[in-house]
T-cell receptor
Framework: AQSVTQLGSHVSVSEGALVLLRCNYS??????LFWYVQYPNQGLQLLLK??????LVKGINGFEAEFKKSETSFHLTKPSAHMSDAAEYFC???????????FGSGTQLTVLP | EAGVVQSPRYKIIEKKQPVAFWCNPI?????LYWYLQNLGQGPELLIR????????DSQLPKDRFSAERLKGVDSTLKIQPAELGDSAVYLC?????????????FGEGSRLTVL
């Protein structure tokens, strides 16, 4: 079985501040991990993915995430928040023979001026 | 290149009425998914197709939900009869192959309100 836990359903940061969105996963086999972003009234868009290559993954819009096996974490970061980053962010895991994609419950990011 | 197209974007119906959602995936994408997204939650898989075949429909409530993907391209998701608890966003996604790479491309969703 696999699962994803996103700590903090709402995160607020000031424009220019560090963004840190937390994700912990549970998987019995080496996982693939993903971050998706969803803007209001839109579908989900892939930000970045980890598929057992480099543990530090760089994505679009200046986001990056680090896979830490010992901590079963895949936290998403961005050095400097921009107003356009305000959206909902979903962490997801894919593992096992069926490779089903399981999403976390999401974190709503608010960027304050 | 056109993305995943869904219709209708919004639908309001009374309980016990039927409703259908349509999805046109990205051209050439063999795998098609229907997800359910409740307010404040992440998407949950309802059904996954590989071409015309439904390879994972374990989470589809088959007493009232049905889906089809004729000719391995467009897909339709139907609910009959709808219940109040079905109010949610229904997302369609497609990918080139299975979910291994995780690169799913999502449509904008169909928001259903059941009164």
């Amino acid at each position: 079985a696999q699962s994803v836990t996103q700590l903090g359903s709402h995160v607020s940061v000031s424009e220019g501040a560090l963004v840190l969105l937390r994700c912990n996963y549970s998987s019995s086999v080496p996982p693939y991990l993903f971050w998706y972003v969803q803007y209001p009234n839109q579908g989900l868009q892939l930000l970045l993915k980890y598929t057992s290559a480099a543990t530090l993954v760089k994505g679009i819009n200046g986001f990056e995430a680090e896979f830490k096996k010992s901590e079963t974490s895949f936290h998403l970061t961005k050095p400097s928040a921009h107003m356009s980053d305000a959206a909902e962010y979903f962490c997801a895991v894919s593992s096992g023979s069926a490779r089903q994609l399981t999403f976390g419950s999401g974190t709503q990011l608010t960027v304050l001026p | 290149e056109a993305g995943v197209v869904q219709s209708p974007r919004y639908k309001i119906i009374e309980k016990k009425q039927p409703v259908a959602f349509w999805c046109n995936p990205i051209s050439g994408h063999n795998t098609l998914y229907w997800y359910l997204q409740n307010l404040g939650q992440g998407p949950e898989l309802l059904i996954r197709y590989e071409n015309e075949e439904a390879v994972d429909d374990s989470q589809l409530p088959k007493d009232r939900f049905s889906a089809e993907r004729l000719k391995g391209v467009d897909s339709t998701l139907k609910i009959q009869p709808a219940e109040l608890g079905d109010s949610a966003v229904y997302l369609c996604a497609s990918s080139l192959s299975g979910p291994d790479t995780g690169e799913l491309f999502f449509g904008e969703g169909s928001r259903l309100t059941v009164l």
